[in-house]
């Protein structure tokens, strides 16, 4: 039974989501597409039910999880997948998934909400990613005797599990079956709390921007824009406050080249961003090989590619630490390159260690990103040991995925109860 105080919580939130839907697109296409979640079920769900379900809240997490899908396909194509986001970032881009046979929004953590799923799915187990604590679906879980996991999780002591007043979230962390984390500091906090059902297993990223990696695709436009430049330089996932940085450097420079590709790109975003350029720019989806060959900044405006694309540049910046936090620097360090970003980089252990070994960089403001650039771009000795740190990292840290995999699947759990 879920703490009254919770369900008054969520209740809340939901009212808040409908409210900022009257202006805010994003909450618009969760509640249509919340909407839209039970129909989807009876559509496209088999009765017999037994699904492996795997939740992730967003893109980001979804890209922990996918390993996980990958692995699970190739060792028993027969499975069958559940696929649920709580974001619209996550399921409007990812809504058809080829390996999940079913894509929908997990509906709010209310106790009918639960209940209806659960009955309709009926999964064999539940996977969550990283940052997912629903009371309400947790505990129902555990009632019915499903075996629920959480991977690449990390925890931090400020967190409220670990605070004196954090009980009831605490009592969250002992519905999983298991808890596999990114490290041993998150292991050494969660038996502080009593919690010892812990694999330290890593974080799922570095196989997924390693299997990237290996299928990387080509793209003739973008290998035309880069062919004879000096430096190229690889702005993934930006915004504003990023581009405030990049872009009256990049004006000033004309010895390099830059690609961006911003984390979103509505026509006015597009547009601004394009005013800024004082140097021949283009977009990536309206630029032939030949014109890209031309341009000095190419814009990309096309979603699921940029992974993909820090292959072309000796120098890598990654956008989101002057926000909410950066985004995946893994990405681009898989490739042997030096990652800057910003100053918000203390949740991100890829960051600080990297950071550490020499092969990330955090900026703070104008000051500091000046210099650190103008050495990778003019110092090809630093800049290419610092792309080796952070190819090495990368390297080191690939395998979370099979001990995840084979801690499940090979050595079960007989009960999940704490």
Same mark, same amino acid.
């Given at each position: ?13 939901? !009212?808040? /989501? ?34 492996i $379900?795997? %939740?992730?809240?967003?893109? @980001?997490?979804?890209?922990?999880g ?18 649920? +986001? ?10 058809n ?9 997990? #509906? +709010? ?7 209806r ?9 539940a ?6 604590? $629903?009371?309400?679906y ?8 499903? #075996?629920?996991y959480?991977?690449s999780? &990390?925890?931090?002591?400020g ?5 004196? $007043?954090?009980?009831?979230f ?22 502080? =709390? ?17 299997r990237?990696?290996e299928?990387?695709r *080509?793209?003739?436009? =973008? ?15 930006? $915004? ?12 000033e ?8 590709? #911003? ?9 601004? !961003?394009?005013s ?14 030949? *014109? ?12 699921? &590619? ?13 956008? @989101?630490?002057? @926000? ?9 360090? /898989? ?12 949740? +991100?252990?890829e ?12 900026? %703070? ?6 210099p ?9 000795? +630093?800049?290419?040991?610092a ?13 979370a995925t ?9 050595? #079960? ?6």
């Open positions: 039974m879920t703490d009254p105080l919770y369900n008054i919580g969520i209740s809340a939130y939901k !009212l808040a /989501v409908r409210v900022a839907s009257v202006r805010n697109r994003k909450a618009r296409l969760m509640l249509r597409g919340q909407s839209r979640t039970l129909a989807t079920l009876r559509e496209k769900l088999d009765p017999a039910g037994g699904y $379900w795997v %939740h992730a809240a967003s893109l @980001g997490e979804f890209e922990q996918r390993p996980i899908i990958e692995r699970i396909k190739r060792d028993n194509p027969q499975a069958r997948i559940l696929l649920t +986001f709580f974001s619209p970032s996550g399921y409007e881009v990812r809504k998934y080829q390996l999940a046979d079913v894509v929908c929004y997990m #509906p +709010f953590d209310q106790r009918r909400n639960v209940k799923f659960l009955d309709m799915v009926k999964p064999s187990m996977i969550f990613v990283k940052y997912e604590f $629903w009371g309400g947790l505990n129902s879980l555990r009632r019915r005797g499903i #075996p629920t959480i991977v999780a &990390i925890f931090r002591p967190q409220i599990f670990f605070r004196r $007043w954090g009980g009831m605490r009592n969250m962390l002992r519905c999983f079956t298991t808890l596999f984390v990114q490290d041993e500091r998150s292991r050494d906090l969660l038996a502080g =709390i009593g919690i010892n059902n812990v694999v330290v297993a890593g974080d799922t990223r570095f196989d997924r921007v390693a990237v990696k299928n990387a *080509e793209f003739p436009v =973008i290998e035309q824009f880069v062919a004879g430049a000096q430096r190229t330089v690889v702005m993934g996932s930006s $915004w504003p406050q990023d581009e405030e940085l990049m872009i009256p450097y990049f004006n420079h004309p010895d390099m080249k830059l690609i961006i590709a #911003p984390h979103e790109f509505d026509h006015e975003r597009l547009h601004v !961003l394009a800024a350029l004082k140097r021949p720019c283009g977009f990536y989806s309206q630029v032939t090989a030949g *014109e890209a060959a031309k341009l000095d900044c190419l814009i990309i405006d096309s979603f699921g &590619i940029l992974s993909s694309l820090y292959r072309y540049g000796q120098v890598a910046y990654v956008g @989101g630490g002057f @926000g909410s936090g950066i985004h995946n620097i893994n990405e681009a360090a /898989v490739y042997g390159i030096p990652v800057v970003f910003g100053p918000k980089h203390e949740k +991100f252990r960051a600080t260690d990297l950071i550490a070994a020499g092969g990330g960089f955090a900026v %703070h403001d104008n000051e500091d990103f000046t650190i650039m103008d050495r990778l771009l003019h110092d090809e000795a +630093f800049m290419k040991h792309g080796q740190i952070a190819g090495q990292y990368i390297a080191s840290h690939i395998g099979d001990v995840i995999c084979d801690a499940i699947f090979n050595n #079960p759990p007989t009960s999940n109860d704490q």
